[in-house]
């Protein structure tokens, strides 16, 4: 409790403030209106209702059959409208809640994709351990708790402010011999609610403050085990392969474990808070009538004011224990819960604006040249630990030029393609990229979308970005002949084609959209050589004018390059032709 301040504050204002000051904010501002609006009228009947208990029961107690039937013909009208203002309080809650997490949403989904922060997150510092449950679940979350909470908290306000005054007036004083004299207190009731909310609130917070931790947990380990199943799923082959079963029967039992030592932790902390909640729950039915029973037996109250004071006592106390009954509640929303959303969402903002200011002070500088030249100039290419794998490159690459980058596996031959594709950030100088031309790298392992083989052939372009015929012939030539009947089977292509065949896929695409520049890393290394050199001398035939860039180990590679550079021990390089 003591953690839950103005840091909290901030976090969700935070996290908030972009919504409310969006162009959506005069949409939002009026539902609340409206929202706030039924919850006084709400507070309202629940005032005349509580007047009118005090009548209706009189008429009970004083066995008057015509003032009965009279006040029970007003029960139905309560009822419709409590149901009405309940029912549209609802519906209007959850569509600001729609609206506000639709534009949460999309926002984070933006930041995430925006600079490839998606993919520097994880290189930078992977401190943030699942960001898709940041995006989908913990925004859920946040909206929903934080419109429920703050609601519910602002109701409790007026509630108290509204029933603190008639308990006060209903309650009279209550007279206390001491010694020789009487000590009036007057509206006793007041203070009587009073202390028994803060006595209810304190005995929950101490038996109840444990559960935060857990809490805070639980989302983690529900994340990382439906985590580490989508990683089986993609990569169900290389398991089957190694008949890995047992290992990721471990690696999921491990995850499991967690969930229930930790879920085994909730109960028992939510046990013992149960007594503490349950108990105090089930005594405010009674509590109210015990306290003011001395005053109807004596003929102070009547059976009717004993009804309204028992009610009123019941909305004080709902509403100064709101806040502890809403800190730990695991049914509903939680401010524990809350807290613990908030905390992983400004997490996940603070590394995606640390990665994106990290982007945007650039120690290797990346700009565009009217020169159809690709040059760079003093470039180091380091790890993130600072290590360096390329000293001080100079290379300058015309249009047209085939270059080969050779060297040992791991000394850092991909990690230089990833940096002149600029999303490397690791390391100093500068690159010049020839401007209004396009550049298409195509890694050893091509990325294969969901969606039908046109999809995964033209991505990341639309799918009408080419016509059939066209599709169908270069897939031919990349002897993907086999496959042009199924370009609009929808499969998870990834999984059905060979390394081999995603390679030819990726050659499709290359041709397809015609790069000025090709960066080829591997891209051949699952193909037979026959089939290299068809690929190869299709870019020379297809793409006579495109500049290749490639990355390879094979020796046959070095008859389709004039250049050679080759990265040495070190951070050396040498350059030949
Ligand atoms: N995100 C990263 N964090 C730390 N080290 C990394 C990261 N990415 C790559 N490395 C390291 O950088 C070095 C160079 O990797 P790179 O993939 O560029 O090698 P390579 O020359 O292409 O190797 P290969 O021929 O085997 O494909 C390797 O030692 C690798 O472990």
Redesign the pocket.
């Given at each position: 409790m003591q953690k839950y301040g103005s840091k909290f504050f901030k976090g969700v204002w935070k996290i908030s403030r972009g919504y409310w000051q969006s162009e959506e904010k005069w949409y939002a501002g009026i539902l609340l209106a409206v929202i706030i609006g039924l919850q006084l009228l709400d507070v309202y009947a629940m005032v005349k209702y509580n007047a009118w208990q005090n009548t209706f029961y009189n008429t009970i107690q004083n066995l008057d059959k015509t003032g009965f039937l009279q006040y029970l013909g007003y029960w139905p009208i309560f009822t419709v409208v409590f149901l009405v203002i309940e029912i549209y309080k609802l519906y209007l809650q959850q569509l600001l809640e729609i609206k506000w997490r639709s534009w949460l949403t999309d926002h984070y989904l933006t930041g995430w994709l925006k600079k490839r922060t998606y993919y520097l997150m994880q290189?930078v510092d992977n401190s943030t351990d699942n960001p898709d449950q940041r995006i989908s679940e913990d925004l859920r979350l946040f909206v929903y708790s934080t419109l429920t909470l703050a609601l519910g908290f602002l109701r409790a306000v007026i509630q108290f402010c509204t029933f603190i005054v008639i308990l006060w007036n209903l309650s009279g004083s209550l007279e206390i011999p001491v010694g020789e004299q009487q000590v009036s207190i007057p509206g006793y009731m007041v203070w009587v609610a009073i202390i028994y909310a803060l006595t209810g609130s304190f005995l929950t917070a101490i038996v109840g403050k444990s559960l935060v931790g857990l809490d805070y947990a639980k989302q983690r380990y529900e994340a990382d085990f439906r985590f580490s199943m989508i990683r089986l799923r993609e990569n169900s082959e290389g398991v089957a392969f190694y008949h890995g079963e047992q290992r990721e029967q471990t690696n999921f039992n491990q995850c499991f474990t967690k969930i229930i030592d930790n879920f085994r932790g909730i109960m028992a902390r939510q046990k013992k808070l149960s007594w503490v909640v349950i108990l105090h729950w089930r005594l405010t039915f009674l509590f109210p009538y015990l306290v003011c029973a001395p005053r109807l037996f004596s003929g102070q109250m009547q059976l009717g004011g004993l009804m309204q004071t028992a009610s009123a006592f019941t909305q004080v106390e709902a509403a100064l224990t709101f806040v502890i009954r809403n800190y730990f509640s695991l049914t509903e929303a939680s401010l524990a819960e809350l807290q613990a959303v908030v905390n992983r969402l400004i997490n996940f903002i603070d590394h995606m604006n640390r990665t994106q200011e990290m982007v945007e002070k650039k120690s290797i500088e990346i700009s565009h040249t009217s020169d159809a030249v690709l040059s760079v100039n003093g470039l180091n290419v380091a790890?993130?630990n600072g290590e360096l794998?390329l000293k001080n490159l100079e290379l300058k690459i015309h249009a047209g030029d085939k270059l080969l980058i050779t060297?040992a596996?791991?000394?850092?031959?991909?990690?230089?393609m990833k940096t002149l594709a600029g999303i490397w950030p690791f390391g100093q100088g500068n690159i010049h990229i020839p401007e209004n031309q396009k550049l298409l790298f195509l890694p050893q392992k091509p990325y294969l979308p969901l969606g039908t083989l046109r999809d995964v052939i033209l991505y990341p372009s639309a799918a009408d970005s080419a016509p059939d015929e066209k599709i169908r012939e270069i897939m031919t030539i990349c002897k993907l002949g086999h496959l042009t009947e199924k370009l609009d089977q929808a499969e998870n292509w990834s999984q059905i084609l060979s390394l081999g065949e995603q390679q030819r896929v990726a050659f499709t695409r290359a041709i397809l959209q015609r790069p000025e520049w090709l960066f080829l890393d591997?891209a051949t290394s699952a193909l037979d050589e026959p089939t290299e050199k068809v690929m190869y001398h299709l870019v020379q035939e297809q793409l006579p004018k495109s500049t290749v860039i490639s990355?390879g180990?094979r020796s046959t590679l070095t008859e389709y390059h004039k250049l050679k550079l080759s990265?040495e021990k070190a951070g050396a390089w040498k350059l030949a032709a």
């Open positions: 290189i790890l993130p794998l060297g596996s791991g000394i850092g031959k991909s990690t230089l591997e990355v180990h990265i």
